[in-house]
């Protein structure tokens, strides 16, 4: 047996690894005090010419909504870690891996990078290793898995949904973003798609059946909510759902999704066809940024 460190957004504990059974992930043991402090923390803010670069702007700036209360934009030059943080504890980023690195073919690493390690004959492969759970990922020791279990198949159609291996849609939908600015770009090793999934409800209509054009509109709805702002959609007919989506006061065809967003004035917007429903009658709730 020998230890290893697991990295994590929250947590830096040390496990047991063994090379049979893998990772022991049902330790209690954390090790990293000030975890929460991520490893671009420690980027060095002077090049080898002692001219200053600030990475640190990408995290810590002015307050902006939906957080209009948390502002760090001090952290930018002012150096305010804890005591147990003032020393790197990332001790792997010290580590010259180059004469490993040299060891390995230009050829291995395309074959590595061509390999599908997350389907195997259309299916999930961590969500079948999940079906009968190692003894070592089994945190509470009650022979399940509670968390989540992948599910989606990357299978995107011209709009970004996901299909299974059968066709049906999975819920999941890729979609544009403009990514986070930072020390990970794709040059340093770091890439990923962003996906969005809303419950069950919110992709059926009235009577329960999944439908791709409800879905697509409380996505919108959703969006502005988030935005607080109008969002353009393709054309639809609001008889068709009973809700005025363009909030010109009548029931026509909508082009957008306009944000008027003021519960204190009475003034709400709504989700289309089961969520519709469920809004309507108080069982979800709807809430701008």
């Known amino acids: 047996m020998k230890k290893v460190i697991l990295f994590s957004l929250s947590t830096l504990a040390f496990a047991n690894f063994d090379a049979t059974n893998g990772y022991d992930i049902t330790t209690h043991f954390i090790k990293h005090p000030s975890a929460y402090i991520s490893q671009m923390c420690y980027t060095k803010t002077k090049d080898e010419q002692s001219k200053a670069h600030n990475p640190c702007f990408a995290c810590h700036t002015k307050p902006k909504e939906p957080n209009p209360n948390y502002e760090d934009?001090?952290?930018?030059?002012?150096?305010?870690?804890?005591?147990?943080?003032?020393?790197?504890?990332?001790?792997?980023?010290?580590?010259?891996?180059?004469?490993?690195?040299?060891?390995?073919?230009?050829?291995?690493?395309?074959?590595?990078?061509?390999?599908?390690?997350?389907?195997?004959?259309?299916?999930?492969?961590?969500?079948?290793?999940?079906?009968?759970?190692?003894?070592?990922?089994?945190?509470?020791?009650?022979?399940?898995?509670?968390?989540?279990?992948?599910?989606?198949?990357?299978?995107?159609?011209?709009?970004?949904?996901?299909?299974?291996?059968?066709?049906?849609?999975?819920?999941?939908?890729?979609?544009?973003?403009?990514?986070?600015l930072g020390t990970f770009w794709p040059t340093n090793g770091s890439f990923d798609d962003v996906l969005i999934r809303l419950p069950k409800i919110y992709r059926r209509d009235k009577s329960g059946k999944f439908d791709k054009e409800v879905y697509k509109i409380n996505l919108s709805v959703v969006e502005a909510m988030i935005k607080a702002k109008d969002i353009k959609i393709e054309p639809i007919d609001e008889r068709k759902y009973g809700v005025d989506l363009n909030r010109d006061g009548k029931l026509d065809i909508a082009k957008v999704i306009k944000y008027e967003w003021e519960p204190n004035k009475g003034i709400f917007m709504s989700y289309v066809g089961k969520a519709k429903e469920l809004f309507k009658d108080g069982k979800i709730k709807m809430a701008a940024r």
């Open 73 to 180: 934009e001090k952290f930018q030059s002012v150096y305010m870690f804890p005591a147990p943080a003032l020393k790197n504890p990332f001790k792997n980023h010290f580590r010259d891996f180059s004469s490993i690195a040299n060891k390995i073919s230009d050829k291995e690493i395309e074959k590595y990078v061509a390999k599908d390690n997350y389907l195997q004959d259309g299916k999930i492969v961590l969500a079948q290793k999940l079906k009968h759970l190692p003894k070592e990922w089994d945190y509470d020791k009650d022979g399940k898995w509670d968390g989540y279990i992948p599910d989606c198949y990357y299978n995107f159609d011209d709009e970004g949904f996901d299909r299974d291996s059968s066709g049906n849609y999975t819920g999941w939908r890729a979609f544009g973003y403009a990514p986070f």
